[in-house]
T-cell receptor, first 110, second 114 residues
Framework: DAKTTQPNSMESNEEEPVHLPCNHS???????IHWYRQLPSQGPEYVIH???SNVNNRMASLAIAEDRKSSTLILHRATLRDAAVYYC???????????FGQGTRLTINP | KAGVTQTPRYLIKTRGQQVTLSCSPI?????VSWYQQTPGQGLQFLFE???????NKGNFPGRFSGRQFSNSRSEMNVSTLELGDSALYLC?????????????FGPGTRLTVT
């Protein structure tokens, strides 16, 4: 499986932007790069996914490097509700499934 | 639109028993995936079904099995339960295969094996 590297934890302040990095230098698939998050005591929640260029939705923006070996999830104005574990999931060649790593635990300070 | 529902939400079983967990996907979704989440191993993929066919399988022993019905509802079964099977079992549904479409997760079934 592809190796994904994310910081174990990050901390930010409420109403400030947050940039969550992900390195997936061994990416092998040509399919989408996904980001999910898991709030405490809940199932994972879809955040965003993209293929090659930057993507935006109501929750976040996703910046994908030109070589697809890294991506960055951007929360434009963090709220306390954004405190969660964020998972970056690159595609795997020939395996149409999501492989979750350990993710980044994001703490938001009021 | 109703979300993904899983039943039961909590379950306590004894080692050696078997268990069946149920998942009802969002209406119109044809793909259902199952995951196991433990503190030590994190979220691990079990299998994915699409239109009643298993499309993908994770690295779990044959004691873990599943099926999908014509209405897209899915069940997973674990036979000969072991203590290590204690986990949160999550089901997710999507319109197509999970590598391409966003998945919607249910609240999970918390299984405790004693």
């Amino acid at each position: 499986d592809a190796k994904t590297t994310q910081p174990n934890s990050m901390e930010s302040n409420e109403e400030e932007p947050v940039h969550l990095p992900c390195n997936h230098s061994t990416i092998s698939g040509t399919d989408y790069i996904h980001w999910y998050r898991q709030l405490p005591s809940q199932g994972p929640e879809y955040v965003i996914h993209g293929l090659t260029s930057n993507v935006n939705n109501r929750m976040a923006s996703l910046a994908i490097a030109e070589d697809r070996k890294s991506s960055t999830l951007i929360l434009h104005r963090a709220t306390l509700r954004d405190a969660a574990v964020y998972y970056c999931i690159p595609p795997i060649q020939g395996a149409q499934k999501l492989v979750f790593g350990q993710g980044t635990r994001l703490t938001i300070n009021p | 639109k109703a979300g993904v529902t899983q039943t039961p939400r909590y379950l306590i079983k004894t080692r050696g028993q078997q268990v069946t967990l149920s998942c009802s996907p969002i209406s119109g979704h044809r793909s259902v995936s199952w995951y196991q989440q433990t503190p030590g191993q994190g979220l691990q993929f079990l299998f994915e079904y699409f239109s009643e066919t298993q499309r993908n399988k994770g690295n779990f022993p044959g004691r873990f099995s599943g099926r999908q019905f014509s209405n897209s509802r899915s069940e997973m079964n674990v036979s000969t339960l072991e203590l290590g099977d204690s986990a949160l079992y999550l089901c997710a549904s999507s319109v197509g295969h999970s590598g391409r479409y966003e998945q919607y997760f249910g609240p999970g079934t918390r299984l405790t094996v004693t």
